[in-house]
């Protein structure tokens, strides 16, 4: 790929650091800004931010004209993630299935009522989304999910169990997959439905979390009625769909700034305890283990733009969206074990402990970090995916 930026491309990189600058909200990043607590807090706040980027024109950046969208390139998607990671602007991961997964599945695969009905909510932030994927016996094979849907007249009739669904108990609505023809095995037989999270029949239960929050549940269906309209692509062949959606997933352009943040506030952390301890350098083994982040976040950086010249090139993601979504969430876990090592006891105590370092930030982020090599594919099927799809070696 060319890595030098067109003036347009210079031009786009400029208007989005202004536009930032001048509407981040007031105090953000500053120690006495007071960011929401609380799951409901946090999703609130992110419904707002989103609407002021949709106001801002940096909403549904790559999606058509016609369905609310600006019609950038994967280029300028890119640099607006770039400089919306190194502004450390918002995190909008509470209400990501909306905009990140859903819009484009719907673009891709739904109706023009589908499209009419939903895209401009997710847009706006108005309508939260979640993903009733997982069940507790399908996870990484997906296919084998049991959620039944029964097709009666106009609707389907679901029944059935989800799990880890992230948000669901503050999203207005879910994509969600289920199996509709009962003689069906694996991926055979499976819709895709839209499913309104205020339709009578649904249950939801928090799970609690290692970090102390309960972001995730297990929500269940009973005899919950979808109809036909909601559902994307044909009955009975929703399994495309599945896909479309997994592939927007696994497709991130922008983590590599996030991390190098990460691994540079690391470094600076290690320069900060070593001259406390009165030594002019750090020691060699730490020095290496900084050094070798460094140049994983320089790998990583390369490797998503190579993976934007291949989605420019080709209009859809492909498989090739594995490749840094592993190195990425493993090099997440290999920076936090080294502050992990680097801070001993002290970086166990939690954000309220007077003794915690940065208000219990590497705690936290420690423990999160376990879950990047799960969430949107475990390493382990990110790594079949390559061997098999990108690589071409026998399964
Ligand atoms: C923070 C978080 C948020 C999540 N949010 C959502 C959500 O909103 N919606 C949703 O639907 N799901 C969500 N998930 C679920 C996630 O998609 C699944 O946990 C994931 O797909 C793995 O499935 P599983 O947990 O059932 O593990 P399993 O599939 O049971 O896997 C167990 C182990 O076996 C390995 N394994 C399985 N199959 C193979 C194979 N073929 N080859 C080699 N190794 C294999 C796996 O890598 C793993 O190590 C979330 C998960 C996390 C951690």
Known sequence: MDLRLTPDEEHFRREVRTWL?????????????????????????????????????????????ECGGRDASYVEQLLFGEEYARAQAPDLMTISVGTGLVGPTIIAKGTAAQRERFLENILTGKEVWCQGFSEPGAGSDLASLRTRGEVKGESIIVSGQKTWTSFAMLSDWCILVVRTDPDSERHGGLSFLLVDMKSPGITIRPL?????????????????????????????????????????????????????????????????????????????LTRQQLA????????????????????????????????????????????????????????????????????????????????????????????????????????
Not at 236 to 250: K, N, S
Not at 339 to 348: N, V, W
Not at 349 to 365: F, I, K, M, S
């Open 208 to 284: 609690k979390e290692m970090t102390g929050h309960a972001w995730f549940n297990e929500v269940f269906f009973d005899h919950v009625v979808v109809p036909k309209e909601n559902v994307v692509g044909e009955i009975h062949h929703g399994w495309d769909v599945v896909i479309a959606t997994l592939m927007h997933e696994r497709s991130a352009t922008a983590g590599h700034v996030r991390l190098q943040i990460e691994q540079e506030r690391l470094a600076a952390l290690a320069r900060r305890d070593a001259s406390a301890d009165g030594k002019k350098r750090l020691d060699p």
């Open 21 to 65: 600058e001048s509407n981040l909200p007031t105090g953000w990043g500053t120690p006495a800004y007071q960011a929401p607590e609380g799951a409901a807090a946090v999703v609130d706040f992110a419904r707002g931010w989103q609407q002021k980027l949709h106001e801002g024109g940096w909403a549904g950046l790559t999606w058509p004209r």
């Open 292 to 395: 070798q982040h460094a140049i994983d976040c320089t790998i990583l950086r390369y490797t998503a733009y190579r993976n934007v010249t291949k989605l420019q090139r080709d209009g859809v993601p492909g498989p090739e969206g594995s490749t840094v979504k592993l190195f990425a969430s493993e090099l997440e876990q290999r920076i936090q074990q080294s502050a992990s090592e680097l801070l001993g006891p002290r970086g166990l105590l939690v954000a309220d402990d007077p003794r915690t370092v940065e208000h219990g930030h590497w705690n936290y982020e420690l423990l999160w970090s376990r879950a990047a090599t799960i969430y949107a594919g475990t390493s382990e099927i990110q790594r079949n995916i390559i061997a098999q799809r990108v690589l071409g070696l026998p399964r």
